[in-house]
């Protein structure tokens, strides 16, 4: 899919899933590809992040533009209404990891190798190795072995949704939310 | 100046002395947290300055008094400490666990009711280098990891410690101060209760989460499995002269001598020899490669000798001025914290925070400051095990038991993390650790434990 949509709808979040998954599946696009990204977003806010949880508000969605123009002309039949629609141009987001753990870090070296179509790494790392690190020690510890690195995943939204979703899964890595760069609707 | 006379000092003391004690407290709990490489670096130095800070003014106005306070204090406290401790982590340190393990809720908790009962035998440190691999190793497949460590961090390295002067440092402590080998056992039901209380809440989180592992982790292995065993276990017959030499000083003090002015038991001159000769006889007898298995170094010892060093000399201030109740310009605490279950939480908060050997003395001396005021510690420690025992078992578990309450309460704590986090099992942060796991699992069990066993 090559264009791609961010549509922030505000209602039921229960029925704008509802609502986009049964128009994708009666239009023939793949139910799995609207994004609902609600909580993910670099700017959400706390309240935001609560009514998401208790499917209250609105609800981002990253979808194809057929789906949008669905939301503006239907939705609001069943309460739902588009208060944001803007073309997007990619999406984005930042994180940093730090561990102790050779095992840790080659996991996360592992992850973003493979990175999917589309999608982009702008990374630094560093390992760091202090010779005063070794053995078991009590307050004291430092430790010998240091992975560090950190980076931000830029590209089609599809991708860095995933990526995102799968970074978020590793252990000692932060995430960022989601960053889009949006054009307006002409 | 003769021994006894600590009690004039503590008349005589200003609240202020006690600073640089709580000024190396504070350094050891928040320093490690907020500056691990200056700490890991400078911590000498550190506890070096403190000690002077408080040292050298001492001398200078008390002289000859003062100096005797320190030398009491090195030989009746601060060299059989150590020497213990040093003896324990070299023996622990030769003990390797191998073999395949499979880390679901039965083993886990199986591994952790061994550290328990090693804890008390081996102390807390010991235990946690012993038991925390072969935990680790067990549950290296599966996803979620972090509570298994959090709870050993809470049983072994700090609740299972609670049942003999081996155990926990601040329990050897009472043992030097003359409480009797034996009458830590007394603990028994408080450590009993809190053991298989978190022990049950640890094995239904772990069973809820174990479901939730992918099927593969659940299934049983057809890869072959290393037979369970233990490397280096002639240390567990030297452990085992530990525990009879360490009873036999309190059995047998035998005559008295003076070790540069100080009067000292010759039982308790052998009890340090002895110990000095089964840590050479574990280090020259045990392999190089279980000692390597355990990633075993002298620097926790060094780290031990070089705080506890700093920590007596600055607490001389703070015990004597405790010791005299509400002669002494700490009376304000005195009055304040009166009954077993003030106690409880008085020590065990402090020792959530910092090093809780030193607390245990401080609330040991608080009580018998408030109960006998006045009397020596040879004749006032008996008498306080005979009229108000709950007194003392609420120090003593209190500064036990609320180690575990955040990663700076007890030693063991920090250095279990650090190794599970080399491990790849991200831990919780500070205040993760404290509000996602010691508030509701430890401070709600210690409501119960102080209600049931202490009001």
Redesign the interface.
């Known amino acids: 899919m090559n264009e791609w949509h961010m549509i922030v709808v505000d209602g039921n979040r229960n029925a704008t899933h509802a609502f986009v998954i049964g128009f994708a599946v009666g239009h023939g696009i793949d139910p799995a590809v609207p994004a609902f990204v609600d909580g993910e977003l670099e700017a959400a806010t706390v309240g935001e992040r609560l009514r998401a949880l208790v499917g209250k508000g609105h609800s981002t969605v990253l979808a194809p533009g057929t789906v949008a123009t669905a939301l503006e002309s239907h939705g609001a039949a069943v309460g739902l209404h588009v208060t944001h629609h803007a073309l997007i141009e990619s999406v984005s987001f930042g994180w940093r990891a730090e561990?102790?753990?050779r095992?840790?870090a080659a996991?996360i070296r592992a992850t973003f190798a493979d990175l999917g179509p589309g999608v982009l790494l702008v990374e630094v790392d560093e390992e760091e190795i202090d010779p005063?690190?070794?053995?078991?020690?009590?307050?004291?510890?430092?430790?010998e072995?240091t992975f560090r690195a950190s980076g931000r995943v830029v590209g089609a939204p599809d991708g860095v949704v995933a990526m995102r979703r799968r970074v978020a899964g590793l252990?000692?890595v932060t995430v960022e939310g989601l960053r889009f760069d949006e054009r307006p609707i002409a | 100046m003769p021994e006894g006379t600590l009690t004039d000092l503590g008349t005589l003391l200003p609240v202020w002395s006690a600073l640089p004690f709580a000024g190396i407290l504070l350094s050891?709990a928040v320093m490690?947290l907020l500056m691990?490489?200056f700490?890991?670096?400078h911590?000498a130095k550190v506890s070096a300055a403190w000690a002077l800070v408080f040292a050298v003014p001492f001398v200078v106005e008390f002289g000859g008094p003062a100096w005797h306070e320190l030398a009491h204090v090195a030989i009746v406290d601060y060299v059989p400490f150590v020497i213990l401790i040093a003896t324990l982590f070299t023996l622990g340190g030769g003990i390797f666990v191998r073999g395949t393990l499979r880390g679901s809720p039965g083993v886990n908790a199986a591994l952790m009711a061994v550290g328990i009962v090693l804890a008390s035998v081996v102390g807390t440190?010991g235990a946690s280098?012993v038991m925390i691999r072969p935990l680790l190793r067990a549950n290296r497949a599966r996803r979620h990891r972090e509570h298994t460590v959090v709870f050993f961090i809470f049983l072994v390295s700090n609740i299972g410690g609670a049942l003999t002067p081996l155990g926990d440092p601040p329990l050897f402590l009472g043992f030097l101060h003359g409480v009797p080998f034996f009458w830590t056992l007394a603990l028994l039901p408080e450590m009993l209760f809190t053991a298989t209380w978190v022990l049950a809440l640890y094995l239904m989180i772990d069973l809820r989460l174990w479901r939730r592992e992918d099927a593969q982790v659940r299934a049983a292995s057809d890869a072959p499995r290393q037979p369970l065993g233990l490397d280096g276990a002639h240390n567990l017959l030297l452990l085992a002269v530990v525990v009879v030499t360490v009873i036999a000083s309190g059995v047998w003090p035998g005559p008295e001598v003076m070790v540069l002015g100080v009067h000292q038991r010759v039982g308790n001159l052998v009890r340090d020899a002895v110990m000095l000769v089964l840590l050479a006889v574990s280090w020259s007898t045990t392999s190089t490669a279980v000692r390597e298995a355990?990633?075993?170094?002298w620097?926790?010892i060094r780290?031990?000798a070089i705080?506890f060093a700093g920590i007596f000399v600055t607490i001389i201030p703070a015990l004597a001025m405790l010791r005299v109740g509400e002669a002494g310009a700490m009376a304000g605490l005195v009055r304040v914290v009166r009954d077993p279950v003030h106690f409880f939480w008085a020590s065990g908060t402090l020792s959530s925070f910092l090093d809780n050997a030193p607390t245990y003395l401080a609330f040991l001396s608080t009580a018998l400051g408030r109960l006998y005021p006045g009397v020596h510690e040879s004749v006032a420690i008996p008498r306080l095990i005979a009229e108000h025992p709950s007194y003392l078992a609420a120090v003593s578990a209190g500064s036990v038991f609320m180690g575990a309450n955040t990663y700076?309460g007890n030693?063991?704590n920090?250095?279990v993390k650090?190794?599970a986090?080399?491990?790849?099992?991200?831990m919780p942060s500070f205040f993760g650790y404290i509000l996602r796991y010691s508030l509701p699992v430890l401070v709600t069990t210690f409501v119960v434990v102080g209600w049931l066993f202490f009001t």
């Open positions: 561990t102790p753990s095992e840790a996991k005063a690190g070794q053995g078991v020690e009590l307050r004291a510890q430092v430790h072995y252990d000692f | 050891i490690p691990p490489t700490w890991h670096h911590f440190t280098m355990n990633e075993y170094s620097s926790p780290e031990v705080l700076i030693a063991p920090f250095m650090s190794i986090e080399e491990a790849g099992v991200s």
